[in-house]
């Protein structure tokens, strides 16, 4: 298959999940995080070395660059392990199920062995076991997060739905979309993909 990148669309997407969080922070499974979901280390933050360079916080570029780079190994990932071609939504669900449980799980999941048999329909199904934390709690919004990937890959619907997944001790969202800008024209019966504009929105001015 060719070699394929995360869209613009699959980045707001990947985003509008993992939040946008410019100080360390717990994720809701419990792992040291900062930015768009940058895994810093596994397990609480609690002062560890590779926490030093985070101490002081990071800026909205910062947490962008650092987005981007894991995004590119997770491209690589899903380019490497899957074998039939796919489409660029198809592509954009894989990676952003591969950004939240890690290239060893897309590896080693059933999702990619039967989507390698060329049984692309069992992928949004096969993906939902994926919804707990460390401890084998059904994490609400893990469970959000895995119905909006098994649409956007079965259905090319990039509207993620409402919630995000906050981090751990939040009680709210670690990244509040506003209402889509006024210069962002919807397509003819997209009104239900607002949540996917402002996303968009939320993104537009990172480098």
């Not at 084998?136 to 959000?144: D, E, K, P």
């Not at 709210?172 to 019966?189: C, D, I, K, T, W």
């Amino acid at each position: 298959m060719g070699e394929h990148r995360l869209s613009a669309r699959g980045e707001a997407f990947i985003a509008h999940f993992e939040g946008l969080r410019t100080k360390l922070y717990n994720d809701p499974a419990g792992h040291c995080s900062i930015g768009v979901g940058h895994l810093v280390h596994l397990g609480r933050c609690n002062g560890a070395r590779s926490e030093a360079p985070f101490r002081n916080g990071i800026s909205r570029e910062e947490a962008f660059r650092l987005m981007r780079k894991d995004a590119a190994r997770f491209e690589k990932a899903v380019n490497k392990a899957v074998a039939p071609d796919l489409e660029q939504h198809e592509f954009d669900a894989l990676v952003s199920f591969a950004y939240n449980v890690g290239a060893g799980a897309l590896q080693r999941s059933s999702a990619l062995r039967e989507l390698n048999r060329g049984h692309k329909a069992a992928l949004p199904s096969l993906i939902m076991p994926f919804v707990h934390d460390g401890k084998g709690n059904v994490i609400s919004g893990l469970v959000r997060r895995r119905r909006a990937e098994g649409d956007l890959f079965a259905h090319a619907d990039y509207d993620p739905g409402p919630g995000h997944s906050a981090p751990e001790g939040s009680s709210r969202a670690a990244h509040e979309v506003e209402a889509p800008h006024p210069s962002l024209q919807l397509r003819p019966g997209e009104a239900a993909h607002l949540r996917e504009w402002a996303a968009l929105v939320a993104i537009r001015d990172w480098p």
